[in-house]
């Protein structure tokens, strides 16, 4: 928990076990954000751009391969990197 108020961001559930990710940012309640989603030999999978419902974000993350993916968020001029399983 403290890890993600220093950094100001957390992506949950980790792993996906339901096909949705929510991505939750603090001090950004109805900020653009952009996604991206890369492979573990950083090969880009997937970009996705959303609005922030209450500094929440729920993504849709089906065309995800299964495995480890790294995600990018993206959101004004801040950008937080996680790592991701997906089962």
């Given amino acids: 928990r403290c890890y993600w108020i220093k ?4 992506v949950y559930p ?10 939750k940012l603090i001090n950004s309640e ?12 950083a090969k880009h999978i997937l ?3 959303c609005k ?3 500094g929440t974000a729920d993504i849709d993350i089906s065309n995800i391969p ?4 790294i ?4 959101a004004s001029e ?3 990197n996680f790592k991701l399983i997906k089962q």
């Fill in 7 to 10: 950094i100001g961001a957390f």
């Fill in 14 to 23: 980790n792993p996906v076990r339901n096909n949705q990710l929510f991505i």
């Fill in 47 to 49: 970009t996705k751009t």
């Fill in 78 to 80: 801040k950008s937080f």
């Fill in 30 to 41: 109805n900020t653009d954000v952009q996604i991206d989603f890369y492979s573990p030999t």
């Fill in 52 to 54: 922030l419902n209450s």
């Fill in 71 to 74: 995600v990018r968020v993206k």
């Fill in 66 to 69: 299964k495995g480890l993916v």
